[in-house]
């Protein structure tokens, strides 16, 4: 069954702001709600309250609506087993709809905290390990844990989760994807790139998985996917350029951008064009079933809409309205 859900972005909104659109998300019948997990935004013109704070205010307001970060790096600024003991409790307000999305993170966020940004096979080497203690830690027994990296000591968490919390690890290029089947619970990427590339994504981590003994078909895939509609459309791009040019610009995921403005100057290359070109920027209901389609055919089951227009809640009840229906009967089985 296809999932659609609604990008809460921290980088752009004060949490309690964001906080009245997810429980308005949750209330027109969203799936799901991701959340970005950062120390610092994207631009010096946006906000970066604490997501896991953010998190345990809206799961006890909201009912249905399942609650992801997307994505929390538990390898530098955080220690695995404190995300352990966070995505755990988490789980008590929202059972059967807390999941944990997990990549190896940017600068911007770990080397401006803490001041250390390893090589990009360290960072996946200390994931690796990462996963481990949280997962060990999850079944509320003691963990004692000698890795190379991390070191636990009868570690337990007396408030273990719940239900169970599915590891969802970010993936934006095939190589990772292995990664991804092999360690995780589903796999989450970002659009806007060419099909071929998706494909060899989606390739590799279904590979991945049958290695390690899982079956692809039943781990989620999660995408998300840059869109505007039933609103100023020039003013959504606007938005996008003032609070995410910077995501736009590769290096930022590799390279040691560290600052707001860093990233900011690196984004200004980025006109809106480039945004239009990665999203759906439309008025019309059938672009949107289109553009989406497209993504589920390559293999996504749940994806989720970044909307950084002027006024969110009129999006998510629009798009929750005219779009969302029409995704769904298309695929209904």
């Known amino acids: ?4 859900g609604w990008k809460a972005g921290p980088e752009q ?7 009245e659109y997810a429980v308005s998300a949750d209330k027109a019948g969203y799936d799901w709600i991701d959340v970005s997990d950062h120390f610092h935004p994207w631009s010096e013109a946006g906000q970066s309250p604490f997501t896991w704070t953010w998190l345990g205010a809206v799961a006890p307001q909201t009912e249905r609506i399942k609650l992801s970060t997307g994505v929390t790096c538990p390898i530098l600024r955080y220690h695995p087993s404190i995300i352990a003991q966070a995505a755990a409790t988490v789980s008590h307000f929202a059972p059967n709809r807390t999941g944990l999305g997990l990549g190896t993170g940017e600068a911007l966020n770990e080397f401006a905290a803490i001041g250390e940004w390893p090589s990009y096979a360290e960072r996946r ?9 949280i997962r060990g830690l999850w079944t509320g027994e003691e963990l004692s844990y000698e890795g190379k990296y991390y ?11 719940t239900s169970p919390i599915p590891i969802i690890i970010s993936s934006l290029v095939p190589h990772s994807a292995q990664f991804a089947g092999h360690y995780g619970d589903g796999i989450w990427s970002v659009g806007g790139k060419k ?15 049958r290695k390690a003994g899982k079956d692809p078909s039943k781990m989620v895939r999660i995408i998300e996917l840059n869109v505007a509609y039933g609103q100023d459309i020039d003013a959504a791009v606007q938005a996008n350029l003032k609070y995410w040019a910077g995501t736009y610009i590769p290096a930022l995921f590799d390279q040691n951008i560290y600052t707001p403005t860093m990233s900011q100057e690196n984004g200004e290359v980025v006109g809106a064009d480039t945004v239009k070109s990665t999203g759906c920027f439309s008025t019309s ?3 949107h079933v289109q553009f989406a389609q497209q993504y589920i055919d390559m293999g996504f089951d749940c994806l ?7 006024d969110q809640k009129a999006f998510i009840n629009a798009y929750a309205r005219d779009v969302l229906p029409r995704i769904r009967a298309k695929n209904a089985r």
């Open 1 to 4: 069954m296809v999932q659609l």
């Open 151 to 161: 070191k636990t000591r009868k570690a337990k968490l007396y408030t273990p989760p």
């Open 125 to 133: 080497d200390r994931l690796a390990e990462s996963i481990e203690i």
């Open 13 to 19: 909104y004060p949490p309690v702001e964001l906080m």
């Open 285 to 287: 209901i059938d672009d």
């Open 195 to 209: 099909p071929d590339l998706y494909k060899e994504i989606i390739g590799n981590f279904e590979e991945s998985a």
């Open 304 to 310: 989720i809409f970044h909307n950084a227009g002027p």
